[in-house]
Each structure stands twice: as structure tokens, then as C-alpha cells.
């Protein structure tokens, strides 16, 4: 049992940074594709701690949505 745990314990940095590496990769610029989801008269952009995408209505346009799902016209 001891043993089990030394291994564990042993692979967890490389589990670590294999985690950071991949989910840094992947999770990089949302607002990339097909505008985050946000339709086209909408700017997106994406918290760097998160990458959660929000859409906020461009100059002229108002969100006849809601909070959550922005709808700009």
C-alpha cells in the first residue's frame, strides 16, 4: 500500500504539468471560432482565468436578449 502511494505521488508533477499544458492548448482563444458564439453584430471576448466568452453588443446595437444569451439588434 505504501508502495502505491510512492508512485502516485511520484507521477503527480508530470500529471500536473501534462494538465496545465493541454488545457492551456485548448482552451486558448475562444473568440476565435465562429466569433465565441457570439452573433455577428456582437464583439466577444474571453477571461483569461476562465476562458468563459462573453458577448457585449457592438456601438449601435442594443441586446434584445438577455444576460446570458445576448442578442444583438
Known sequence: M?????LVYAWL???V????????SFAR???RDNNGGCGPN???SEDPT???VK???KTGYTNTGSAVHVVCK
Open 2 to 6: 505504501v508502495l502505491h502511494g510512492r
Open 17 to 24: 504539468f501534462l494538465l496545465q499544458v493541454f488545457h492551456g
Open 13 to 15: 508533477p508530470l500529471l
Open 50 to 52: 476562465t476562458s468563459a
Open 29 to 31: 482563444d475562444c473568440c
Open 55 to 57: 458577448c457585449t453588443c
Open 42 to 44: 456582437a464583439l466577444c
